[in-house]
């Protein structure tokens, strides 16, 4: 059955299917057939879990689904007010896409924001603004930007760190990450989770641009690094040290971390008329969407449905476009 099942799938989505993770799905000799199917089993199910997460508040909501994935390894969190003082004028919002296991998604989703907030903190308690010192809500247009983005990324390689001591199995996992503030918005990514930000009509005016194996510069990078890229069989996606479909991650500690580092960018827009919407999303959505996809898909339904169903049968959309990945996605209205 499970067979049966995965071979209907992939029989409907080789054209489009761009997975990344730990196995080639192509057919293999008929001596081998009970290697694949166990291969297949451990990372798929015979048909999709579609059962949803749905959180909601006034002007976010977040949906994710399990699919055709053996198990569940995305991990979320939000907070609307970032703390209760100097950045209570501040949301955030974060996904956390794992790999080979679910300890370092669920270390990160629970550890980030607290790396993210100390390190904001002490960044405060050196600036020459006393409205800041005084614990007013701060505003992008009282920092040091390039000392903001500095200490933003520090936070991620700090995170690592701690991952290393508290992580316990061999996982990693990608990032997507975004801060509003009242006058900016942040997005951040380690890996090719994915947010954009879009106009009332579905204009693309920000996105992060995601860490893969086919980018030259990332190539470079690795390669400079003492790293290769290479497709481990026919078939398969370009691959760092023939394991990852991705160049930056959290955690994979059997790595050299040199080669694959949590080393965030961070795309800025500032908060204004043209801003209307961010998603943020694992790529169990962009592996099937694109930008521009996602984008119409959420402005020809906000008049008339809310958030949290936008958000529903946005993965309802994935799952039969053929996304055989974990799928998970914040809308936030500005």
């Known amino acids: 059955m499970l067979h049966a099942?995965?071979?209907?799938?992939?029989?409907?989505?080789?054209?489009?299917?761009?997975?990344?993770h730990l196995f080639s799905?192509?057919?293999?000799?008929?001596?081998?057939?009970?290697?694949?199917?166990?291969?297949?089993?451990?990372?798929?199910?015979?048909?999709?879990?579609?059962?949803?997460?749905?959180t909601h508040g006034q002007n976010y909501a977040f949906a994710a689904m399990q699919g055709w994935r053996a198990s569940m390894e995305d991990k979320n969190k939000q907070l609307l007010s970032f703390d209760n003082r100097s950045w209570k004028l501040w949301s955030y919002f974060a996904i956390f896409d794992g790999h080979n296991g679910i300890d370092?998604?669920?270390?990160?989703?629970?550890?980030?924001?607290?790396?993210?907030l100390q390190s904001l903190n002490e960044m405060l308690t050196h600036s020459n603004d006393d409205a800041i010192k005084n614990?007013?809500?701060v505003r992008s247009s009282q920092l040091d930007l390039t000392h903001l983005r500095a200490v933003i990324k520090q936070s991620y390689f700090e995170?690592?760190?701690?991952?290393?001591?508290?992580?316990?199995?061999?996982?990693?996992?990608?990032?997507?990450t975004c801060l509003i503030g009242p006058e900016q918005i942040y997005l951040i990514n380690i890996g090719d989770s994915r947010a954009i930000i879009f106009s009332k009509d579905g204009q693309i005016l920000a996105h992060t641009e995601d860490h893969k194996p086919d980018d030259p510069a990332e190539q470079e990078r690795i390669h400079e690094a003492g790293g290769k890229?290479?497709?481990?069989c026919p078939g398969d996606v370009l691959r760092v040290e023939n394991q990852l479909a991705m160049t930056r991650v959290l955690g994979d500690f059997s790595m050299d971390k040199h080669i694959v580092p949590p080393m965030a960018d961070i795309v800025e827009y500032p908060r204004n008329e043209l801003a209307a919407f961010v998603v943020l999303a694992c790529d169990g959505i962009?592996?099937?969407?694109?930008?521009?996809?996602?984008?119409?898909?959420?402005?020809?339904?906000?008049e008339k449905t809310k958030l949290e169903d936008i958000a529903a049968e946005l993965i309802d959309q994935c799952l039969h476009r053929n996304s055989t990945d974990n799928m998970s996605v914040y809308i936030v209205k500005l």
Do not use: Y
């Open 286 to 302: 962009w592996d099937v969407m694109t930008n521009t996809d996602v984008a119409k898909f959420v402005v020809e339904r906000v």
């Open 159 to 176: 995170l690592d760190k701690d991952l290393r001591t508290l992580v316990k199995d061999d996982s990693g996992c990608v990032c997507i």
């Open 135 to 137: 614990g007013e809500p």
């Open 5 to 20: 099942g995965i071979e209907a799938l992939f029989g409907r989505s080789r054209d489009h299917h761009r997975k990344r």
């Open 25 to 54: 799905l192509r057919r293999r000799h008929n001596d081998h057939k009970q290697e694949e199917d166990d291969e297949l089993a451990k990372l798929f199910s015979s048909k999709p879990h579609t059962e949803k997460t749905i």
């Open 229 to 232: 890229i290479s497709k481990p």
């Open 104 to 116: 370092t998604a669920k270390h990160a989703a629970d550890h980030l924001d607290i790396h993210l």
